[in-house]
């Protein structure tokens, strides 16, 4: 376990010692606030849509910051030959595994606390309303999904040799599945055999990430997610990284160290 | 004496297309054996193997065939690196760490108590002179500071043996006189040090013993007052001897 920590800590550090994290970072809060000083037609409503565009914006930002740390780390390591000096050492290449993957997660998951905790202080202010339980449901849920992404994208990394088509890949996955992910069973359906058992293997197959989506329930106040479906997903979202994690050391341990 | 690091009958192949048989053979049954306390060359021209053998040892490549041990344990065990300390022959280090920060991440690895892992990083940082960088970020020193850093992350666990893959590679004088004195200070304290090195000079003058390999074979195994009285000859001499160079075709 000191291991696996030790590891996430320099990934930790890698992260907020890195330039593009900010950049990131200043880019989505100036959207979010230019967003909440505008004035559309003094329609209280509008709130719920300025929130829907925050939230989508901090989803977006996560997203990026998720997929580009986690797909650069095993690869930097190999390219820069960090791995041999670490491996040299009594550190299985199971550790290294869960060791990005704890750090990219806790960086991922700071970074989000930051995003809702600014999202929070702007809506609130506005609003003069603070349904921080609800707020903390969707960050909890958001995080769960990254944890998905994140192990998804560090298999990418160990398969693909390069960061950026790896970035693309699951970029690409990833918004396909919260698109059209939730529709696959209906698209199934109206497909001839074989390619409609094709599809409905693919639905039940592919990790259901838009299960963790619930802005609709932030913006329009629709009160909170049951506790039962929260962790059920928390469940769902432990076991499926748990397999991805399982699937990338499987590679990674008979993968040459050198690329 | 007991044996620290074991070679049995060690075989690596790896698959080359281009090969008629589709493999090449990087080691050919290598036997060797490095005893505590003595400080061990293991020398051969670019390709023989060397590299490859320590890969082995580091568990970086698995063998196709025999074994090797650290401290009698297989080396496909990574317990076996518990007491070892490897530097390799250019720095590969998080750049964006400090000095301190690199051995404090290593002495974690480890399972180094805080305070005495504060301990020897002082001590560690004195040995290879770079306490007053100790705050800088590894991207802003020299390759000689890099070197030396990597020089005490290969020391932080206070190993009962080093492995030193041409440590004074690239080295200015001054650099390589500096890494020559930590080797043989640390031999003084009884540690066993694996080395490879092209420095044959420098080889004759610190190493108890030597290992020539060519082509994946071990050539000659032995003291090096042994070797010299032997062959009447310097050790530069008897390398060229054994790996096959004749001056009068080069020439």
């Known amino acids: 376990m000191r291991t696996v920590s030790a590891l996430a800590g320099v990934v930790i550090k890698e992260l907020y010692r890195r330039k593009d994290f900010y950049v990131l970072f200043v880019l989505t809060l100036l959207i979010t606030v230019l967003m909440w000083s505008m004035n559309f037609f003094n329609d209280k409503s509008i709130a719920g849509y300025l929130k829907e565009g925050s939230l989508w914006l901090i989803w977006i930002s996560a997203l990026v910051i998720a997929i580009v740390t986690t797909a650069r780390q095993i690869p930097a390591e190999r390219e820069n030959r960090t791995i041999f000096p670490l491996l040299a050492k009594p550190v299985t290449r199971n550790q290294v595994v869960l060791g990005k993957f704890g750090g990219c997660w806790i960086a991922t998951g700071i970074a989000l606390l930051v995003f809702y905790l600014f999202f929070t202080i702007v809506a609130g202010t506005r609003e003069n309303q603070w349904p921080i339980v609800s707020y903390l449901q969707a960050l909890w849920l958001q995080w769960m999904m990254l944890a998905i992404v994140i192990a998804l994208a560090l298999l990418g990394s160990i398969v693909f040799a390069a960061p950026s088509s790896n970035s693309t890949i699951c970029f690409v996955v990833v918004l396909g599945i919260l698109l059209l992910g939730g529709h696959l069973d209906q698209v199934a359906l109206r497909q001839p055999e074989p390619l409609r058992s094709v599809v409905y293997a693919l639905y039940f197959l592919m990790p259901h990430l838009e299960w963790y989506d619930v802005r609709q329930f932030v913006f329009f106040e629709q009160g909170l997610v049951p506790w039962t479906a929260c962790a059920l997903a928390t469940l769902y979202a432990a076991l499926y990284s748990a397999m991805l994690l399982l699937a990338t050391w499987l590679v990674f341990r008979r993968k040459a160290l050198n690329l | ?251």
Not at chain 2, 46 to 57: D, F, H, I, Q
């Open chain 2, 1 to 251: 004496m007991h044996a620290i690091v074991e070679l049995r009958n060690l075989r690596v192949e790896y698959r080359a297309p281009s090969a008629p048989d589709g493999k090449k053979v990087a080691v050919k049954d290598l036997n060797l054996q490095v005893r505590a306390g003595e400080v061990f060359g293991f020398l051969g021209p670019n390709g023989a193997g060397k590299t490859t053998t320590m890969n082995v040892l580091l568990g970086f490549v698995n063998a196709t065939s025999g074994d090797a041990f650290l401290f009698d344990v297989n080396v496909r065990e990574p317990i076996a690196r518990q007491r070892i300390g490897y530097l390799p022959e250019l720095t590969y280090y998080y750049k964006f760490l400090t000095a301190e920060e690199i051995l404090r991440f290593y002495a974690k690895i480890f399972g180094i108590q805080r305070t005495v892992a504060e301990q020897r990083i002082d001590k560690l940082l004195k040995l290879v002179e770079l306490e007053s960088a100790r705050k800088r970020p590894l991207k802003t020193y020299s390759k000689g500071m890099q070197q030396r850093v990597g020089l005490a992350q290969a020391l932080i666990n206070d190993p009962d043996l080093l492995i030193l893959d041409e440590p004074t590679s690239g080295l200015d004088p001054l650099g390589r006189m500096k890494v020559r004195s930590i080797i043989q200070r640390l031999k003084n304290e009884g540690k066993t040090v694996f080395f490879s090195s092209h420095e044959l000079g420098e080889v004759e003058t610190i190493c108890d013993r030597v290992a020539i390999i060519n082509q994946g074979e071990l050539k000659v195994e032995g003291s090096v007052a042994e070797l010299v009285a032997k062959h009447q000859a310097n050790l530069e001499q008897i390398f060229l001897n054994f790996i096959g160079y004749q001056p009068e075709l080069a020439a």
